[in-house]
């Protein structure tokens, strides 16, 4: 049955409790994130991680990278409004994640939409990323690394179609990667994970999908030995505040609004009942 297909094996899930510990961990830790991101994205990810409870800081110079993102418990990587001065700053910053041992999360934004921005993406995935978080799209073009049809920062695929690209990208590269959509995929290239959380809608807000990266980076830094774990739990806490906004929500600028609301509001009770995420291997 299609359904079945869709939502993956039933199990007995120990998910949602995974899910509030770690939003739990983040509202107590309040890690500090570091975030190299776009323009347009800037304020809905500051603030989905202040909402979240976690501490961001959009510290993207190079000058300052040597001495700041040491101390950053993650680092979260955004190439959406890509240029060649941004490049080195980037690089610099995930090499000094990784010497100082701290997760760093790739957002590979409208990956295939050029060749420039494709060996960009090609180079910082060889700089060892945790965790590369795309739209289905995103991760076909990185996964084939070929310049194919691209609508640029949509979606133009379903998050399903990208289950065997997302699967070869985790094996080549050895990060967890996530494919987000109706359902959200999350594989370590063996595991495939699904959070099926989330409203239509959230498409309909500009950098929905660049700030659930940064929730992820916020969540692997509370459990850096559990990655795969990390991404798909705050996948679908994401998707639950935008569900539980949903309820309040007229449009697209009300739901943005709900949206952060309900992401600081979040209790036990509520995760509990709506955290939907099954395996699908
Ligand atoms: N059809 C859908 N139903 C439910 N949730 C969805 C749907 N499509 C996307 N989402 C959710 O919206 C958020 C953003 O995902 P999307 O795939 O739109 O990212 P994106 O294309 O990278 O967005 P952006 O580039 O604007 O940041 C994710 O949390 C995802 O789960
Ligand atoms: C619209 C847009 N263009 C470049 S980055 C960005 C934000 C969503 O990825
Ligand atoms: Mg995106």
């Not at 790739?106 to 590369?132: H, N, Y």
């Not at 949509?154 to 399903?160: F, G, I, K, R």
């Not at 594989?187 to 929730?215: F, K, W, Y």
């Amino acid at each position: 049955m299609e359904e079945d297909k869709v939502r993956g094996k039933a199990e007995p899930s120990g998910w949602p409790a995974k899910a509030w510990s770690l939003l739990s961990a983040t509202r107590s830790e309040s890690p500090l994130i570091q975030c190299i991101t776009n323009f347009v994205s800037m304020d809905l990810m500051a603030n989905t991680l202040l909402s979240a409870g976690a501490s961001p800081a959009m510290i993207h110079s190079a000058d300052e990278i040597p001495d700041f993102t040491p101390h950053a418990r993650a680092l979260c990587i955004n190439v959406g409004t890509l240029s060649a001065d941004w490049l080195p700053a980037m690089k610099l910053a995930a090499q000094f994640a990784c010497q100082s041992c701290k997760p760093w999360v790739l957002d590979p934004v409208a990956a295939g939409a050029s060749g420039f921005r494709l060996k960009a993406c090609l180079e910082l995935v060889e700089l060892k990323p945790t965790v590369i978080r795309g739209n289905a799209s995103e991760v076909i073009a990185l996964s084939k690394a070929s310049l194919g049809p691209s609508k640029g920062v949509d979606s133009s695929h379903e998050s399903t179609d990208a289950v065997e690209a997302a699967k070869s990208l985790a094996q080549a590269s050895g990060a967890i990667v996530a494919v987000s959509g109706a359902v959200d995929i999350v594989t370590d290239g063996e595991r495939v994970v699904g959070a099926h959380n989330g409203v239509p809608m959230m498409q309909r807000i500009t950098a929905t999908g660049c700030s659930v990266t940064a929730l992820i980076a916020a969540f692997v830094a509370v459990d850096p030995l559990h990655a795969l774990e990390a991404t798909v739990s705050a996948l679908s806490i994401f998707g639950v505040a935008g569900e539980m906004g949903m309820n309040l929500a007229k449009g697209p600028a009300s739901l943005r609004m709900h949206l952060i609301d309900s992401l600081y509001g979040l209790d036990d009770a509520v995760v509990h009942s709506r955290v939907s995420i099954t395996s699908f291997s």
